[in-house]
Structures are given as C-alpha cells and as structure tokens.
C-alpha cells in the first residue's frame, strides 16, 4: 500500500504558520521550527500586550492630569476627589484630552474641585 502523507492539510499548516512569520529575520521566517517557535512567542507577547495597553494609558492619562492639575495649584488626588464629590462624572482619558487641548476647561474644572 502507498504511503499517504496528508500532504494538502499539512502544506496548509506549514503556510499558516509562514503567513504568520513573514517579515521576521532570517531563518525565523523561512524554516518551519524557527517561524513556529516565533510566532509562538508573539502570539504570547499580543495576548499580554493588549492587557498591558490598557495599564499605560491610564498611566499616561494620570501623569497628563496630574501635571494640568500642578500648573492649576491643586494636587491630583484633591482634584480627583474634589470631581467625585461635586458629582462631575469625567473618567480620566476625558480629563486628560480636556487638559491637554482646552486649558480653560480645565481650569474651571480645578476651580469646581477646590471648592468641595
């Protein structure tokens, strides 16, 4: 009896994975252990990195906040408590664009905050 391979299913396989490593360096997108262990590895790094993206902007937000609300004279934690208290519902990524692109806004938001 001949020896069947399943040759359609695995070549399929072995371009998926290639598809998936193109634009890598050398070896890690031409032989099939190397891009495989690769696109291994930057599967894991996506699935980690689309968590750890949501980390850093909050980060970045607060840091963009914290700094409007120091040129206004007020701390950050003051002003976010002071917001919370006068009932001004704005998450952070809102404060931070409205601290970046519109001064005065901010501005009489720091002074609604010093106020509770």
């Known amino acids: 009896m001949p020896r069947a391979t399943n040759n359609p299913a695995s070549?399929?396989?072995?371009?998926?994975?290639?598809?998936q490593a193109k634009g890598n360096f050398g070896g890690r997108s031409k032989l099939l252990r190397t891009a495989k262990?690769?696109?291994?590895?930057?599967?894991t790094y996506a699935y980690r990195d689309r968590r750890n993206k949501k980390r850093d902007f909050?980060?970045?937000?607060?840091?963009?906040i914290s700094a409007a609300c120091r040129l206004t004279g007020i701390g950050y934690s003051a002003f976010m408590h002071g917001l919370k208290k006068s009932g001004v519902n704005l998450d952070r990524k809102m404060l931070a664009d409205i601290a970046v692109r519109d001064k005065m806004t901010f501005t009489k938001l720091t002074e609604i905050a010093k106020k509770a």
Do not use: A, H
């Open 11 to 19: 070549r399929r396989r072995r371009k998926k994975i290639f598809k």
């Open 58 to 64: 909050r980060r970045l937000w607060i840091t963009r």
């Open 37 to 43: 262990e690769t696109v291994q590895k930057g599967l």
